[in-house]
């Protein structure tokens, strides 16, 4: 799965990524990587992933659904899908719709089968 951070204005995505380290057996570890980020128009009050993880609604003065690039989609991960997995531009992601608001947005959350959210 992802994580997304922000300050600022700034949207930071983040994704695992596996990291051996061979001492008498193999042991895996995992660290963060930024894959992605993105400039809000004001400071974010509050991100929220749909429940497949694929898309990102962020809280401003505005509602912006974010989605990444189409090849950047979560799927069953194979075994080797990292290895050969080219690095991101990290500004690719796209807003694909926005609403503005009569006040910020401090909570919301999506519905379980990520058809709504609720503000």
């Given at each position: 799965?992802?994580?997304?951070?922000?300050?600022?204005?700034?949207?930071?995505?983040?994704?695992?990524v596996?990291?051996?380290?061979?001492?008498?057996?193999?042991?895996?570890?995992?660290?963060?990587?930024?894959?992605?980020?993105?400039?809000?128009?004001?400071?974010?009050?509050?991100?929220?992933?749909?429940?497949?993880?694929?898309?990102?609604?962020?809280?401003?003065?505005?509602?912006?659904?974010w989605?990444?690039?189409?090849?950047?989609?979560?799927?069953?991960?194979?075994?080797?899908?990292?290895?050969?997995?080219?690095?991101?531009?990290?500004?690719?992601?796209?807003?694909?719709?926005q609403?503005?608001?009569?006040?910020?947005?401090?909570?919301?959350?999506?519905?379980?089968?990520?058809?709504?959210?609720?503000?």
């Amino acid at each position: 799965g992802r994580i997304a951070a922000s300050y600022g204005n700034t949207v930071c995505i983040f994704e695992p990524v596996p990291v051996s380290h061979y001492k008498r057996k193999l042991v895996l570890n995992y660290q963060w990587q930024k894959t992605g980020q993105f400039f809000l128009q004001s400071m974010a009050y509050n991100l929220a992933w749909d429940p497949q993880g694929n898309q990102l609604l962020t809280a401003t003065d505005h509602l912006q659904l974010w989605s990444p690039p189409s090849s950047d989609i979560l799927e069953e991960e194979s075994s080797h899908a990292e290895e050969f997995k080219l690095q991101p531009d990290l500004n690719d992601w796209k807003c694909i719709w926005q609403c503005k608001t009569a006040i910020p947005i401090y909570l919301m959350k999506w519905s379980p089968d990520g058809e709504y959210f609720a503000t």
